[in-house]
């Protein structure tokens, strides 16, 4: 089975192709490359603590409305860390252990979440406006998913259950960033300023505590965070109730309705390289529904899945019609104008904002998909006032970072650690393990381009904390004349971005067997942050780097 496994993370296989594995794998498939298979070259009985899965498409469709995450209001107001004289409204959240449904035929499933809820509470916000929140660990002493104690920062005499909240696509100081190493055990708290001095886009905050964080994020630590501006306000896009989060991600179940995170087939070291689920939910439901007037709505999109990528298409049904639709922004605010698309794709972290007009549709159902699948449906009401909100031409100038003002170039490698049976033990950045020394130390306020040099047979989505930056190009080289020579033989030229990632950005797709260029200016705080990959099974197991921002002489 290792071999089998190889076989489809290298090239297709007639029963599966690879493009299926990663971004549309269907049920049996996830759950067998991410749990029974690995690791063994004989088919075992299923480890103990892997229960009996839910095949997800059994269940009924459309069946439950999509949930609408409530706005977090502040419990008071507090001084300023920058300037005490100024008073910044004050959050509380507490992550706790609660149970709730995730579809109608299923029982209530434990999980974890911000203010008891999955995904947790929206925050507003408006740039330039700080806030502070208060992050409280009220979760159990025991974790209920499978700890690997064998992964760097989740050894046996740590407390089972450390939590530490990263705001993805914030620009915070580097003790407000959630530093994986800053985790905290049930019981504690700690308050993080955040002071929003930058465009208005959609964050999420996320659970990163090292070595396991894949499993406070796969419980349910997630929720979505708003910057709002008056170049956004100036745009008459649709808002209030027709604009909507969609936190989408994937997840496995057994039987009872209960989460079921894949496990090896070694008890001692659980850890398994990817995981994808066969059910899909949206706000925290499977195939959840909404009912829409037939005007234009603002769809602000999250993939916070683990480790799928996803495709997603609005469908007439079974057919194979895809309207049109247009994406207005990416991971850190708005394009410089409409991307018209019929699909968009979002791999682990990425965000898209995507405006849909259904005025076209009244009275008829559409499906959002995730390839063939189906995520979640719209009933259009056939009957509605088209509303007043625009479609501007042009939305916000995004100007090129110049590659002639970089002042230094790094040439990073993703790599691969397999074990002599060539099964995955981890992946690397640059080659390094998360406790070598800082090797990428930028200065405030300089630009850099960073390559990605990818050996890999993945794709990884490589999110740096703190900074935004612009995609050059990608470009495909030879695995192998690097892999022997160490010299890079380009293979065609470079690709420009997609239009609809021609804009800021704070997560990048890099491909496999490509350089993936991006350009970066570090600025706002000096101090210790991290990149990493963004697949969290990646992330926990070394594919996570400190990078420290220094000040200039
Ligand atoms: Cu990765």
């Known amino acids: 089975m290792a071999l089998a496994l190889r076989r489809m993370r290298q090239s297709p296989t007639p029963t599966l192709p690879q493009s299926a594995r990663k971004d549309g794998a269907p049920a049996s498939s996830g759950q067998n490359i991410a749990g029974q298979n690995i690791g063994s070259g004989i088919s075992h009985p299923a480890p103990a603590t892997l229960r009996k899965q839910l095949n997800a498409s059994s269940l009924a469709q459309f069946v439950d409305s999509l949930p609408l995450p409530e706005t977090i209001q502040p419990i008071g107001s507090r001084p300023g860390p920058d300037n005490p004289a100024v008073l910044l409204p004050y959050y509380r959240v507490a992550m706790r252990q609660f149970e709730a449904k995730v579809h109608r035929d299923l029982p209530p499933t434990r999980q974890w979440g911000y203010a008891s809820s999955s995904p947790g509470p929206i925050f507003e916000t408006r740039s330039g406006r700080g806030l502070l929140v208060e992050w409280v660990n009220e979760l159990p002493q025991k974790h209920f998913l499978p700890i690997d104690h064998n992964i760097h920062g989740a050894e046996a005499d740590k407390p089972e259950v450390r939590t530490v909240v990263h705001l993805h696509g914030a620009k915070a100081g580097p003790k407000n960033d959630g530093y994986p190493e800053s985790w905290y055990a049930p019981g504690k708290s700690v308050v993080y300023h955040y002071p929003n001095r930058q465009d208005a886009a959609m964050l999420w905050y996320h659970d990163h505590a090292l070595g396991i964080n894949r499993l406070n994020i796969f419980a349910g630590l997630v929720g979505a965070f708003f910057v709002r501006d008056e170049v956004e306000d100036a745009l008459h896009l649709p808002r209030g109730k027709y604009e909507i989060p969609l936190v989408i991600y994937d997840r496995l179940f057994d039987l009872d309705g209960q989460l079921n995170y894949p496990v090896s087939n070694n008890p001692k070291s659980p850890w398994v390289p990817e995981v994808y689920g066969d059910a899909v939910l949206v706000n925290g439901k499977i195939f959840p529904y909404l009912?829409?007037?037939?005007?234009?709505?603002?769809?602000?999109?999250?993939?916070?899945?683990?480790?799928?990528?996803?495709?997603?298409?609005?469908?007439?049904?079974?057919?194979?019609?895809?309207?049109?639709?247009?994406?207005?922004?990416?991971?850190?605010?708005?394009?410089?104008?409409?991307?018209?698309?019929?699909?968009?794709?979002?791999?682990?972290?990425?965000?898209?904002?995507?405006?849909?007009?259904?005025?076209?549709?009244?009275?008829?159902?559409?499906?959002?998909?995730?390839?063939?699948?189906?995520?979640?449906?719209?009933?259009?009401?056939?009957?509605?006032?088209?509303?007043?909100?625009?479609?501007?031409?042009?939305?916000?100038?995004?100007?090129?970072?110049?590659?002639?003002?970089?002042?230094?170039?790094?040439?990073?490698?993703?790599?691969?650690?397999?074990?002599?049976?060539?099964?995955?033990?981890?992946?690397?950045?640059?080659?390094?393990?998360?406790?070598?020394?800082?090797t990428e130390n930028p200065v405030l306020d300089s630009v850099e381009i960073w390559n990605f040099i990818n050996l890999t047979n993945d794709d990884h989505p490589i999110h740096l904390h703190l900074v935004r930056f612009q995609i050059l190009d990608r470009r495909a080289f030879s695995i192998n004349t690097y892999s022997t020579t160490g010299e890079l033989k380009y293979l065609g030229p470079p690709v420009a971005p997609d239009p609809a990632e021609a804009g800021w950005k704070d997560t990048v797709r890099a491909d496999h067997g490509m350089v993936t260029r991006i350009i970066i200016r570090f600025e706002g705080f000096a101090g210790r942050y991290v990149w990493h990959c963004h697949i969290l099974e990646h992330e926990d197991n070394e594919m996570m780097r400190p990078f420290d921002v220094v000040e200039g002489r």
């Open 291 to 438: 009912e829409v007037e037939p005007r234009k709505y603002r769809f602000r999109v999250l993939n916070g899945s683990n480790g799928r990528a996803i495709h997603l298409t609005f469908s007439g049904g079974q057919s194979q019609w895809f309207p049109k639709f247009h994406q207005i922004g990416s991971d850190q605010g708005l394009l410089p104008a409409p991307v018209e698309l019929t699909r968009v794709r979002l791999s682990p972290g990425e965000r898209a904002d995507l405006i849909f007009d259904f005025s076209e549709y009244a009275g008829s159902n559409l499906v959002l998909r995730n390839d063939n699948f189906n995520v979640m449906q719209f009933r259009v009401a056939a009957k509605g006032a088209p509303g007043d909100s625009a479609l501007p031409k042009s939305l916000r100038p995004v100007p090129k970072i110049m590659e002639s003002t970089a002042v230094k170039t790094r040439m990073l490698t993703l790599g691969e650690i397999d074990d002599p049976q060539k099964r995955p033990l981890m992946s690397l950045l640059n080659n390094a393990h998360w406790s070598m020394p800082v």
